[in-house]
């Protein structure tokens, strides 16, 4: 056996701010964690975390266990692999349970055992990290198995659940045994039938006995159910019932209500509004169907951790499609015993994120995630220890647009049934200001044109920008950001530096220099390439970048809920402003050098005189979190992008909402003017791109797919070409001809 202590560092940040020493959120990039997917809280108030890791060998994988103190600071880390004979190694933890001498248990499985085939594993550690015993499970091909589950029973032996290759018919099967103090078995349990049968979670229960929550394939209504088994003490199956419908349901998560029945969740694509929704069922001591909820919208949201609350009320964690920016968030969501939405927000790094699990802290919740922010190709250890409302810093902003549809089950051995399901809108956020008030239509020529690519990136862009000259175009991608030429769009260089995924570029009004952020800011020499300054400051993620007209200052918005202005001469923070309630998605500067515009998730768009960092004016009026913002050249119009699909034209004199434009299919992800002023184009989360004339408000064109996400939008000189970006990493150019008039 060997254990290699792993020297590991950690990047603090808040998505909140981290002055609260109860909340904080913190990415661990330099564990190669290939997945973190078990957390449990530490006999000390810490935390154990177990998952797997490819630091020692990069062509294979260890298991990994972590010991952080309660602030997040890493106690021990120990990449672990049993040592045999075989040249391959695959090991990994899968569930982490605390024991009463302050050490823990791990439950998982190797594929390097001298018994030639995947087995069960089972690590005793002490306090400080060492193993006190180990024992694989399983006896060569005739039964392969996965530990996924360990429970320590109050005779101080194991209850471990999981999957066997021991069926008859080779397929995967429930596996659960009973081992004594020093592991070894007193009985185990085979059960299943033809398909994947897989046990995901064991918990003990009040009646001294263990309730089992799995996955049948074998039994129930369609492609795939959840499957509960409530055992005795000694093992034997009281009852056991399937859960789902006529396509493909599944649970992660279980716990016994404090009546003796039980609370499964996870997600459904059998009920709910399309896609897999997240879904939560509540039994009956005996299995029956108390009721049955899901929650999301059309794209796919799933449960993957449930944690019960002191109070009673219940915090589900897993992932949305639904509320950010990206195709997957980290998702909070607090709802009642009777499962009525409490709250909801939704966390992103800037990346693909996930939250996997869920456990307790000092007066709130410690979410395990992972997230892809830092490395493309794979995902790091991210921690959102959380106060009880879900929040970092008491941060109150919430998803402003959410969606529930909610069924109550009708239980039978196999299936439950949905019904009288309806969509349920959610409002967590009031706002106020001007009404919608509805753009002309009709008036003007509307063309549909698809039309193809002109170059393609290898990775996913989420911004782009023109040079002022328009003879380059600087594009996010991934990592880096390439510059090319407009006139053949052939690629001049590649900067590279950052280490996430880069979500700004802005070039300074003379072209002579560019800004690029993800997790800093670095300021490059734009006829060169050379990296001049790198600006550092914000607690998270930089969403947004702005040069002022006088290309003397640099504005910023970050996931930190700040804006900051840079002093470009020296790199020097001249001010840092506050008054967003989520995060800092936008940032544009007026017409005028001392007026700038930011936009958050809270809904709100601000006016501030950076001069004297004073807020100057709050406008109110969109009915959902804020993309995008632009100032006119030359003008004192502001148009604001948002979830509620809208985009909402501001008079910066007054502050006045003088026209909302509609027609755009999801959230706007992106809008700007025309160097004159005249034009306004928009693209948002499903396309097209819209085009608007702003003196007469007519809409005067539809660009792109319908479907194709639109990641930014800019105009190529005197508005005679319109470029955009797509999440998929295409970039389309529209030679717009005859549509301005």
Request: charged share 20%.
């Amino acid at each position: 056996m060997r254990c290699i202590l792993v020297i590991c560092v950690v990047w603090l940040f808040a998505l909140g701010l981290v002055a609260a020493a109860e909340t904080w959120g913190a990415i661990y990039d330099s564990l190669s964690l290939e997945r973190a997917t078990a957390i449990a809280r530490a006999s000390d108030g810490g935390h154990l975390i177990g998952g797997q890791t490819n630091a020692i060998d990069a062509a294979s994988t260890d298991a990994m266990l972590l010991k952080l103190t309660a602030t997040g600071s890493v106690t021990w880390a120990q990449a672990c692999g049993w040592q045999g004979a075989l040249s391959k190694e695959e090991e990994g933890f899968l569930a982490v349970e605390p024991t009463p001498d302050g050490g823990c248990l791990a439950a998982g499985w190797t594929s390097s055992t001298l018994r030639g085939a995947t087995a069960a594993w089972i690590v005793r550690l002490d306090k400080d990290g060492q193993v006190l015993w180990q024992q694989a499970y399983g006896d060569g091909v005739r039964r392969a198995a996965i530990a996924t589950s360990v429970v320590l029973a109050e005779d101080g032996g194991l209850i471990v659940g999981g999957l066997t290759y021991a069926g008859p018919d080779g397929d995967r099967d429930i596996l659960i045994f009973r081992t004594d103090a020093q592991g070894d078995v007193a009985w185990d349990l085979v059960l299943g039938g033809v398909g994947y049968d897989a046990a995901r979670t064991v918990k003990d229960t009040s009646d001294h006995g263990f309730v089992v929550l799995g996955r049948t394939e074998a039994y129930g209504a369609g492609a795939g159910d959840a499957w509960v088994l409530k055992l005795s003490q000694a093992g034997e199956v009281q009852w056991q019932c399937a859960y789902g419908g006529s396509l493909s349901d599944d649970a992660n998560a279980i716990l016994e209500t404090r009546d003796g029945g039980f609370l499964i969740a996870g997600w459904s694509e059998s009920f709910g509004a399309g896609g897999s929704d997240a879904w939560v069922v509540s039994l009956d001591s005996a299995g029956n169907v108390l009721w049955q909820k899901t929650y999301g919208g059309e794209g796919n949201d799933r449960i993957w951790g449930m944690l019960e609350m002191p109070d009673g009320t219940l915090v589900l964690v897993g992932e949305t499609g639904l509320l950010g920016k990206y195709e997957r968030d980290v998702w909070i969501l607090k709802i009642d015993s009777a499962g009525h939405i409490i709250n909801q927000t939704a966390y992103d790094a800037g990346g693909l994120d996930r939250a996997r699990a869920v456990a307790e802290a000092d007066g709130g919740f410690m979410v395990l995630a992972e997230t892809n922010a830092y490395d493309l190709t794979r995902g790091d250890l991210w921690l959102l220890c959380l106060d009880a409302v879900g929040h970092l810093d008491g941060s109150a902003w919430l998803p402003q647009q959410t969606r529930a549809s909610e069924g109550h089950g009708v239980a039978t051995r196999t299936e439950t049934t949905c019904s009288g399901r309806s969509p349920l809108l959610v409002n967590t956020s009031v706002f106020a200001g001007c009404g919608d008030i509805p753009v002309r239509t009709g008036l003007g020529r509307v063309d549909e044109w698809a039309g193809e690519p002109v170059f393609s990136v290898p990775f996913p862009s989420y911004d782009l920008q023109l040079s002022p000259s328009g003879s380059e175009v600087a594009i996010a991608t991934g990592a880096n950001v390439e510059i090319r030429a407009c006139e053949d769009w052939g690629l001049i260089r590649t900067l590279s530096g950052h280490k996430g995924n880069v979500g700004a570029v802005a070039f300074s009004a003379d072209g002579t220099l560019l800004s690029t952020a993800s997790d800093s800011i670095q300021l490059w020499d734009a006829a060169s390439g050379d990296l001049l300054r790198t600006l550092s400051g914000h607690r998270g993620w930089i969403k947004s970048l702005a040069f002022s007209p006088d290309g003397g200052y640099l504005a910023s918005g970050s996931a930190d809920l700040t804006v900051r202005v840079w002093r470009i001469a020296d790199g020097a923070l001249e001010e840092t402003l506050l008054g967003h309630r989520g995060y800092v998605e936008a940032v544009a500067w007026g017409s005028e050098w001392d007026l700038l515009v930011s936009g958050g998730l809270d809904g709100a768009v601000l006016v501030w005189n950076p001069r004297s960092g004073t807020l100057l004016r709050t406008l109110l009026g969109h009915q959902g979190w804020v993309r995008c913002v632009a100032a006119q050249p030359r003008g004192w119009l502001l148009a604001s992008g948002s979830a509620d699909r809208t985009v909402k034209l501001w008079d910066l004199r007054s502050g006045e909402c003088v026209a909302t434009l509609t027609g755009l299919l999801d959230e706007a992800w992106s809008v700007t003017f025309s160097r004159d002023g005249r034009y306004l184009a928009a693209g948002g989360e499903r396309g097209p791109v819209l085009l608007w004339d702003v003196e007469t408000g007519n809409r005067i064109a539809s660009l792109g797919h319908s479907g194709r996400a639109i990641t930014s939008v800019q105009f190529l000189g005197s508005a005679t070409h319109l470029l955009a970006a797509t999440e998929g990493g295409d970039v389309f150019v529209w030679e717009l001809g005859g549509l301005l008039l």
